[in-house]
């Protein structure tokens, strides 16, 4: 194992999505936190990753524990995470084998925002930093939170599989998701609210009202037999997040 800081360039996603309002919550706790307590807290907390062209570390769990880190202004000293390596492909001849090798192993999650996959590796966000906002993964942190569905291996993708489970029944609907590009002249237009519907500047300011309101039916579906072939069906116990001095969704 090693200890890396979250601001380094080297730190690499292996998804595109996270809930921004689980990250919210993960900053102000944080944010909140003496160093000691901090320090603790990420000596108990190890960051998987796999090794990568050019050294680069590839984290394969906790991005929104480590984005949440990144965002809450904390010294040097502060950001630094322990990192195991789990498998070392810094060897493969190309990124594309080191692509495809990481999908043999199933390291990858290749939805957008908007569903679709399989997205290429090689458009999957470079930084933390550049992951983008699903209103999905913050609703079912939130259903998670209050029993939905129990917590299982992190390897088995099951927030993202309760998320697309969701999604299908349009609880949290955006302008602009899914609608397609406009003939103008000789090639299709989007307006940016077309491309990034869940962008929560410009796009989606209602993001965490939306979500409050949707938990009760999505806890529900959670639930139901309708759910019951993903994992941590029928599990779930009530834990609400510690999200310091601020108050969660």
């Known amino acids: 194992m090693c200890s890396v800081d979250v601001a380094s360039e080297t730190l690499r996603p292996t998804q595109a999505l996270v809930g921004m309002l689980e990250i919210q919550c993960k900053t102000d706790r944080y944010a909140s936190m003496s160093s000691d307590d901090l320090q603790k807290y990420w000596g108990k907390h190890v960051v998987p990753a796999v090794v990568g062209p050019g050294g680069d570390l590839f984290i394969t769990d906790h991005h929104h524990s480590t984005l949440a880190l990144l965002r809450a202004d904390r010294k040097p000293s502060d950001r630094l995470v322990l990192i195991n390596v789990t498998h070392n492909f810094e060897s493969e001849a190309s990124l594309a084998a080191f692509w495809s090798r990481m999908l043999d192993e199933g390291l990858l999650w290749l939805f957008d925002d908007k569903d679709r996959a399989p997205m290429h590796p090689n458009l999957l966000p470079t930084t933390l930093l550049r992951m983008v906002n699903d209103p999905y993964r913050s609703l079912v942190w939130g259903v998670r939170n209050n029993g939905g569905y129990g917590v299982v291996d ?5 927030d993202f599989l309760y998320a697309q489970f969701l999604r299908q ?5 955006a302008p602009g998701a899914g609608r397609r590009g406009t003939l103008r002249g000789a090639a299709p237009r989007w307006s940016f609210c077309e491309a990034a519907p869940f962008n929560s500047e410009l796009c989606y300011g209602q993001g965490a009202a939306a979500v409050g309101a949707a938990i009760g039916k999505a806890v529900s579906l959670a639930r139901s037999d309708a759910a019951k072939d ?14 310091g001095n601020a108050t969660a969704v």
């Open 169 to 173: 029944y349009d609880l949290l609907p």
């Open 154 to 158: 992190s390897s088995s993708y099951q």
């Open 230 to 243: 993903l994992p941590g069906w029928g599990q779930g116990q009530v834990d609400y997040p510690d999200c």
